[in-house]
């Protein structure tokens, strides 16, 4: 007869109080820790919204060096962005849908600007003789806004390489003018204005466009750090026989450190947003506020594993006091307890569960109770039994005991399936005398689970 046996125990009431335990949200904590987050967020939006209004106001001020033909017609363009800008950062739904729109007009806008330069450039043309002095001010006038674009744009990040390139036109029609061809110069010069202006046009909508994506991301990752924040501890609330009981759970513990690393790809996210490196494209803002959606399923699945770790823990204590209750009839007595790993972590709650028991004949059983971990992600609890008689040859002992346990097992309510031979006991008398050794138990540090390794 085997000297250590076990089963898997029934765990209805394990479901039962899965299903029955009611969360109790802390929410001046999760509004308290909302609020200091959101004010973060608000920060970098109000640095992003004056470091538009200075390029605002620096593009007015180029406005005002350009020759007097083009002044009030790009002024006028520039009051139309304006207008477009204000109601482009009006909201966030559908930002996708909104801003294909408000794009389809920045762009009808620049269209527009293009054919009142390309008039103007009739109007001049008719107007001025010398062709070096038609020629000057559009080279000019181009200048001002290469170089606005060059001191006060983002160009690198929103048009690379493509101020290079006006740049080099800029040159080319310097070099033209300077040689003598007026002609090609003033073709060149007209050219490359409309250019610069639709240039600069273009950067400011995908500047735009950024913050706009960036506040949402921000905002977002920064409501997901506060709800971390806010979830550190969590409470259940379980209707019993005896009344409602309060289980408060530690979700890091529980979680084995889940919730802590979570919160560090939170809190990397937000300092890369705030970083803002040149690399961070819109495609990577829009996956930055889908990840923040994913995050509030992973807490939640955080939450819902710490639940079960906790309720599981708590039956088995639940039932080696039922155990001992019933041994205890039969002559047993508890003479030591402990939870495995309690030394490393400072609790063990959340692993097996050790008791030492010993008759009135001298004869010793130390009863195990295990969490597993379930292929659907629940956790069960199975008991093991190993036998320690006074008498080692007798093998009558361990033929008793087995029968005892059955019926109170089934007594219990905790199974109805017989004791089977723990593997590699199947024909020991007594159980294994590492078992026995509580302090090595204590300070041994559990396997890592399935759901770990997730």
Same mark, same amino acid.
């Given at each position: 007869m085997s000297g250590e046996k076990e089963v898997r125990l029934r765990e209805s009431e394990y479901h039962r109080l899965m299903n029955a335990a009611r969360r109790v949200e802390n929410e001046p904590s999760r509004a308290a820790a909302l609020a200091a987050q959101l004010r973060q967020a608000q920060r970098r939006m109000e640095e992003q919204r004056a470091a538009a209004d200075q390029r605002q106001q620096a593009f007015a001020g180029a406005i005002g060096n350009l020759s007097q033909e083009l002044q009030a017609s790009t002024r006028d363009f520039h009051q139309q962005l304006q207008a477009q800008r204000t109601e %482009?950062?009006?909201?966030?739904?559908?930002?996708?849908?909104?801003?294909?729109?408000? #794009?389809?007009?920045? $762009?009808?806008?620049?269209?527009?600007?293009?054919?009142?330069?390309?008039?103007?450039?009739?109007?001049?043309?008719?107007?001025?003789?010398?062709?070096?002095?038609?020629?000057?001010?559009?080279?000019?006038?181009?200048?001002?806004?290469?170089?606005?674009?060059?001191?006060?744009?983002?160009?690198?990040?929103f048009a690379p390489g493509q101020l290079d390139l006006l740049n080099g036109d800029w040159t080319l029609s310097r070099r033209n003018l300077d040689a003598g061809h007026e002609q090609a110069a003033i073709a060149t010069g007209q050219a490359l204005y409309a250019k610069a202006i639709k240039l600069q046009a273009e950067i400011e909508f995908r500047q735009l466009e950024?913050?706009?994506?960036?506040?949402?991301?921000?905002?977002?990752?920064?409501?997901?750090?506060?709800?971390?924040?806010?979830?550190?501890?969590? #409470?259940?609330?379980?209707?019993?026989?005896?009344?409602?009981?309060?289980?408060?759970?530690?979700?890091? %513990?529980?979680? /084995?450190?889940?919730?802590?690393?979570?919160?560090?790809?939170?809190?990397?996210?937000?300092?890369?947003?705030?970083?803002?490196?040149?690399?961070?494209?819109?495609?990577?803002?829009?996956?930055?506020?889908?990840?923040?959606?994913?995050?509030?399923? /992973?807490?939640?699945?955080?939450?819902?594993?710490?639940?079960?770790?906790?309720?599981?823990?708590?039956?088995?204590?639940?039932?080696?006091?039922?155990?001992?209750?019933?041994?205890?009839?039969?002559?047993?007595? $508890?003479?030591?307890s402990v939870w495995e790993g309690e030394t490393a972590d400072g609790k063990g709650w959340k692993n097996s569960y050790h008791?030492?028991?010993?008759?009135?004949?001298?004869?010793?059983?130390?009863?195990?109770?295990?969490?597993?971990?379930?292929?659907?992600?629940?956790?069960?609890?199975?008991?093991?039994?190993?036998?320690?008689?006074?008498d080692n040859? /007798?093998?009558?002992?361990?033929?008793?005991?087995?029968?005892?346990?059955? #019926?109170?097992?089934?007594?219990?309510?905790?199974?109805?399936?017989?004791?089977?031979?723990?593997?590699?006991?199947?024909r020991t008398i007594r159980g294994d005398e590492q078992r026995r050794d509580f302090e090595r138990i204590r300070a041994t540090a559990p396997p890592v689970s399935s759901r770990d390794k997730r």
């Open positions: %482009y950062t009006r909201g966030l739904e559908q930002l996708d849908q909104r801003l294909a729109g408000q #794009r389809q007009e920045y $762009l009808g806008l620049i269209a527009e600007q293009a054919a009142q330069v390309e008039q103007q450039f009739a109007r001049i043309e008719q107007h001025r003789r010398d062709a070096r002095q038609a020629a000057a001010p559009w080279l000019a006038d181009a200048r001002v806004i290469l170089d606005y674009i060059d001191q006060h744009q983002r160009h690198t990040q950024w913050d706009t994506f960036f506040n949402e991301a921000i905002t977002g990752a920064r409501a997901q750090l506060a709800t971390l924040e806010a979830q550190r501890s969590a #409470r259940w609330v379980i209707d019993t026989e005896q009344g409602s009981q309060e289980l408060e759970a530690e979700i890091d %513990y529980w979680s /084995d450190g889940a919730l802590s690393a979570l919160q560090t790809r939170v809190e990397q996210a937000i300092a890369t947003l705030e970083q803002q490196p040149p690399t961070l494209t819109l495609d990577d803002l829009k996956h930055q506020i889908a990840t923040n959606q994913e995050a509030l399923a /992973d807490l939640e699945r955080i939450i819902t594993g710490a639940k079960e770790r906790l309720i599981a823990s708590q039956l088995r204590v639940t039932i080696a006091q039922d155990l001992l209750d019933d041994l205890g009839r039969s002559g047993w007595a $508890l003479e030591d008791l030492r028991l010993k008759d009135l004949g001298g004869n010793e059983m130390i009863t195990v109770i295990i969490p597993e971990d379930r292929p659907q992600g629940q956790i069960e609890n199975r008991v093991q039994f190993a036998y320690y008689p006074k040859n /007798d093998a009558r002992f361990a033929a008793a005991q087995t029968a005892r346990l059955n #019926r109170t097992l089934v007594d219990l309510g905790l199974t109805r399936e017989p004791l089977a031979c723990v593997p590699g006991h199947e």
